[in-house]
């Protein structure tokens, strides 16, 4: 059963959140907030995540997805909203779900900017495992390509008014998203390889690429997270930038097994 | 190096980014990767990626919005200029 409502982040603002409670609780299946990403990546993996959810409330996990302020059914807005607050949501998050599942251990598993954001608060406060899916590891990076992305949108769809990103009155506009104009700055100052150490519980980093061969950045990361994170690499579609579904039944079965092993 | 190499390698790594299930000899020298092949913004981004870690070019913000990424012409054209 899937139990949509709101829960409260730190300033009061509700956050929407969809719990999925199992049938029967497996006491070795612990908790799992998803953490999502944003901007049009959000929409696309919306499905393949709430499926994933699906799964795992199957195999007897308690989980919560939610949307961080500012994005999807949440309140707030994507003008005001910087890093911090999304940090902070996903705190908010893992304390709502410990609540809903009556027991205080959980699991972030996080797809790309929810990745990141589930490493660095399990970095922060620890945690029984974290399951990173595509992380973004160097936000610098991340950026210039979503400026890639937005300039490529512009040419493409040129004359459709269509594809532009603006800024002014304050707030920047990212493809149809408001964002604060500090957000895109929040972001360019993350690097995992530089601010992570090294992991005090079992970690799953997920490399999703057209290759199998670990990237230069997965494995710096990799030895920055030390001996205890594990690397799995899928060679699989970027479900995350596509419009149509894409068949993320690998991905599934290799959460669910992380899971087990942990 | 020769056009024919760099569209060679243009074709092949275009079919491997964007795991498409073609043979890259398949993709026409003057075919629109937008029109044909169903390249979005995402795929174009991908297809410039590739080419900055295949060649190790750099591209600028000032090279897009001149089809220099639309076909496997344009792009050979574009990198051939970038090359030392």
């Given amino acids: ?262 | 190096m020769a056009d024919e190499a760099i569209e060679d390698k243009v074709r092949k790594m275009i079919v491997e980014r964007l795991m498409m299930k073609i043979k890259p000899s398949e993709i026409g020298l003057e075919d629109d990767l937008m029109k044909k092949w169903d390249a979005d913004s995402v795929k174009i981004m991908e297809i410039v990626i590739g080419l900055e870690e295949l060649f190790g070019i750099s591209v600028a913000d000032e090279d897009f919005g001149k089809g220099n990424f639309l076909t496997v012409k344009a792009i050979t054209a574009f990198v051939k200029k970038r090359l030392p």
């Avoid at chain 1, 049938?23 to 990546?41: D, G, N, Y």
């Avoid at chain 1, 890093?83 to 410990?98: C, P």
């Avoid at chain 1, 992380?135 to 532009?164: F, H, N, Y």
Wanted: proline share 5%.
């Fill in chain 1, 1 to 262: 059963m899937e139990q949509p409502g709101y829960f409260k982040a730190l300033d009061g603002l509700p956050l929407y959140g969809v719990y999925h409670a199992p049938e029967r609780a497996a006491k070795r299946a612990l908790p799992v907030v998803i953490c999502p990403s944003l901007f049009e990546e959000r929409k696309s993996a919306y499905a393949p995540l709430r499926r994933l959810a699906l799964r795992l409330q199957a195999a007897g996990h308690s989980v919560l997805r939610f949307d961080y302020r500012g994005s999807g059914e949440s309140g707030g807005q994507g003008a005001v909203r910087r890093w911090q607050h999304l940090r902070e949501d996903v705190a908010v998050a893992r304390k709502t779900l410990a609540k809903l599942a009556g027991r205080r251990d959980s699991i972030l598993l996080g797809l790309r900017l929810g990745a990141t954001l589930a490493l660095q608060e399990t970095q922060r406060v620890g945690g029984e495992s974290v399951i990173a899916l595509a992380p973004i590891v160097k936000g610098a990076a991340q950026v210039r390509l979503w400026k890639m992305r937005s300039k490529i949108r512009a040419e493409l769809t040129e004359g459709s008014g269509q594809g532009k990103s603006r800024e002014g009155g304050g707030t920047m506009d990212f493809d149809g998203y408001e964002l604060h104009p500090s957000f895109f700055d929040d972001v360019a100052a993350l690097d995992l390889i530089k601010e992570a150490g090294p992991l005090s519980c079992p970690s799953r980093i997920v490399q999703i690429a057209h290759k199998t061969e670990a990237l230069a950045d997965t494995t710096q990361l990799m030895i920055a997270l030390g001996p205890r994170a594990k690397l799995e690499v899928l060679k699989m579609e970027p479900f995350w930038d596509k419009l149509d579904d894409v068949d993320t039944a690998p991905l599934e079965e290799m959460v669910l097994k992380g899971l087990n092993d942990i």
